[in-house]
């Protein structure tokens, strides 16, 4: 059997914690409850203890919840990629191309350098360091900095602490964004069958 991950488990129990409030279970079990809450893991995902709620108020509370922190998470995720790639033009001192677009936006390859974190609803992995080095070596000629070893040092620890910071929200998101599906699938009472055809059309 192939172990789970601590996300797995909250995932799983957070599910298990949908699946009764939906069969109308209106009093969790204590013990569970304060075993969830204790758990550093779940932090951002606490249960209030010693609380009745009806079936509409839970379910409703916990997807505005669950909203709120992806658009709390996708603030964060964008002004740290906005630092790393500010400080990335301000050290590349960029010249301007043939239409006057100035920084990144006058490289080539600057749809991979903006998105270089990787779209987690794509399955897509964070750009690795080689090919961000090898996109700035393809502008070479646009960039006034000389792409030196030292510099290629500086660049990759820069990168690394970006990435460091940023690979933890990406995964929040990844499991928020699908916690939210499953309970959208439970809402609507989806079959297994009918949570596979909807997957693939969105994919």
Do not use: C
């Not at 909250?10 to 599910?15: G, Q």
């Not at 379910?59 to 400080?87: G, R, T, Y």
């Not at 030292?150 to 998101?173: G, T």
């Amino acid at each position: 059997m192939e172990k789970q991950t601590g996300n797995d488990v909250i995932f799983t129990e957070l599910l298990a914690f949908i699946d009764a409030r939906l069969e109308k279970v209106h009093t969790p079990d204590p013990e569970l409850v304060k075993k969830h809450n204790a758990d550093p893991l779940n932090k951002d995902w606490q249960i209030p203890e010693g609380a009745l709620w009806e079936q509409s108020d839970v379910v409703h509370d916990l997807l505005a919840f669950l909203a709120e922190q992806m658009i709390e998470l996708n603030k964060e995720k964008q002004a740290k990629i906005a630092e790393f790639l500010e400080w990335l033009e301000v050290e590349l001192d960029v010249k301007p191309d043939r239409k006057g677009n100035t920084g990144i936006e006058a490289l080539t390859g600057k749809t991979k350098l903006r998105n270089y974190l990787g779209d987690y609803q794509k399955d897509e992995e964070a750009l690795s360091f080689d090919e961000l080095w090898a996109i700035l070596r393809k502008n070479k000629t646009r960039i006034a900095r000389n792409l030196s070893p030292s510099f290629m040092q500086e660049v990759k620890r820069a990168y690394a602490e970006s990435l460091s910071a940023l690979l933890p929200i990406k995964e929040k998101l990844r499991l928020t964004d699908g916690l939210i599906d499953q309970i959208v699938y439970r809402l609507y009472g989806l079959t297994e069958e009918e949570v596979r055809i909807v997957e693939k059309e969105a994919s």
